[in-house]
């Protein structure tokens, strides 16, 4: 152990003795059952037990600065691990053995990535305060794991940390915690508070959540896509200060919230202005969503397949509805676009099969492709451009052209009888459309916004004069005792 001596090699790399450190590959699928470190070992070389399936027991007189990756990878009935100091332990250090109960000492500051991988025995490790960063995937697939203490160090659960952890419900987040990595909770029932100060939360990061709320902190600013995709969540308040919610991409990985089938309730702040690609593509039972002042754009698909979706209040600062971003909206009745949109993009509207109202604003300049695609319920449609809007030889297939009357400003029937695909509208006039303000609101002005006088949101608790925006675009001032 004095160092220096050459005494193995693998894959082209020549191995030598260093002091105070056990070798790398020393006992590399040894039939050892029990080893006990003497305490002059400084540090255990990696892979030394790879793949040792007769250790059972392990013990280390000393402390030890660091335990390399791989050091006991794959030995399957390593079940007894007696540690007495560590700073530092590997990649997959541990994986695969059949550690039931572990105590890190006091004095660990890091862990490796993957270091108990599939310990599948592993039920309630207790992590010192010491440790201040933790690998990625280091309980993955440890599915006896019911309780693990954190410790308070961290500042970070890395992806995939407790994927697969199909028994672990009892965590509680270190108050410190900034980010929630990639699938990190993935198929894992565990639903823990979030803190205060969290900054992000990743992709997948808790797919298939369990409850039917979660309370997301002020401070939170990210979310990945898919971070609560097929959970059982019921409503989602979205905080202000979230100012960037991840694009899904259809076919291939899920918007943040997309097939929460409980889902009925949703709240976008004025921080967020862009609704996320397929967001809530999915979420069938989907009927309130309330979108503040600010949102300027619904990215494409963001409430693709909302069936039960059947009034929708639009913020005046939006400026562009998405391809198929609400398509296959079933039950959708009437839309009215604010002004100030120019964009519609393709498919937006496509197989909304109960519209039967819908109101274009004077600055549109495109109806997309395919936009109101079978939509063959649609008797009234009114576009206050006095330009016709650019439109396609699709935009309005499977609209009964015979039947729905196209309303235009004064004076623009004849503009729009020219204008390539408005002209195959039968009727055209520009009379008021008689009783079409009603048919767009179909329901009572409903509130969207509550604010101090000052400007600041309020909450419907909060007592004292309040300025209510409503989603017909009007506001109140109401007093709340």
């Known amino acids: ?226 971070a609560f995709e097929w959970s059982e969540l019921t409503s989602i308040v979205i905080p202000e200060g979230v100012d960037s919610v991840e694009d899904g991409h259809d076919f291939a990985s899920n918007g943040a919230f997309e097939d929460c089938e409980y889902l009925r309730r949703a709240v976008i702040p004025s921080t967020l202005r862009r609704i996320a690609s397929y967001m809530f593509e999915g979420c069938e039972r989907l009927t309130d969503v309330t979108i503040a002042e600010g949102v300027e754009e619904i990215g494409d698909g963001a409430f693709k397949g909302c069936e039960a979706l059947e009034t929708f209040d639009l913020p005046a600062s939006l400026r562009r509805v998405g391809d198929q971003s609400l398509a296959e909206c079933s039950a959708l009745s009437a839309i009215a676009l604010p002004e100030g949109l120019t964009v519609i993009g393709e498919e937006a509207f496509k197989d909304d099969e109960s519209l039967a109202t819908a109101t274009l604003p004077s600055t549109l300049t495109e109806v997309g492709r395919g936009a109101f695609m079978g939509c063959s319920a649609l008797t009234s449609l009114r576009v206050d451009a006095v330009t016709p809007p650019t439109a396609y030889v699709n935009s309005f297939i499977d609209v009964d052209v015979e039947a729905c009357t196209l309303y235009v400003p004064k004076g623009a029937v004849d503009a729009y009888r020219a204008a390539p695909y408005w002209q195959d509208f039968l009727h055209i006039t520009d009379e008021p459309a008689v009783g079409i303000g009603e048919a767009l609101s179909t329901t009572q002005p409903k509130v969207v916004g509550r604010y101090t006088t000052d400007g600041r949101p309020a909450t419907a608790s909060q007592r004292g004069v309040q300025v209510w925006r409503m989603s017909d675009g009007t506001t109140r001032k109401v007093i709340v005792e």
């Open 1 to 226: 152990m004095e160092g220096g001596d050459y005494y193995a090699s693998a894959a082209g790399t020549q191995y030598y003795t260093q002091a105070d450190v056990f070798p790398t590959m020393a006992f590399w699928s040894s039939r050892l059952t029990s080893v006990v470190f003497p305490s002059s070992i400084k540090v255990v070389g990696g892979r030394i037990f790879f793949g040792s399936d007769s250790l059972k027991s392990v013990t280390f007189t000393g402390d030890v600065d660091s335990i390399c990756a791989s050091a006991f990878y794959g030995c399957p009935q390593l079940s007894e691990v007696t540690l007495q100091g560590v700073h530092y332990l590997g990649d997959q250090a541990f994986s695969g053995t059949a550690i039931s109960t572990l105590t890190l000492p006091d004095g660990l500051d890091s862990l490796g990535n993957a270091v108990f991988y599939s310990c599948g025995n592993l039920r309630e490790p207790h992590m010192p305060n010491s440790v201040v960063k933790m690998g990625e995937s280091t309980f993955q697939y440890c599915d006896s794991l019911t309780s693990v203490t954190l410790s308070a160090g961290l500042t970070e659960i890395p992806a995939q940390t407790f994927r697969y952890c199909t028994q672990l419900r009892d965590l509680t987040l270190p108050n410190g915690i900034k980010r929630i990595g990639d699938i990190a909770f993935m198929d894992c029932p565990a639903t823990p508070l979030l803190p205060d100060g969290l900054v992000e939360i990743g992709r997948g990061a808790f797919s298939y959540y369990g409850k039917p709320t979660v309370e997301l902190p002020s401070s939170l600013r990210t979310i990945g896509r898919g």
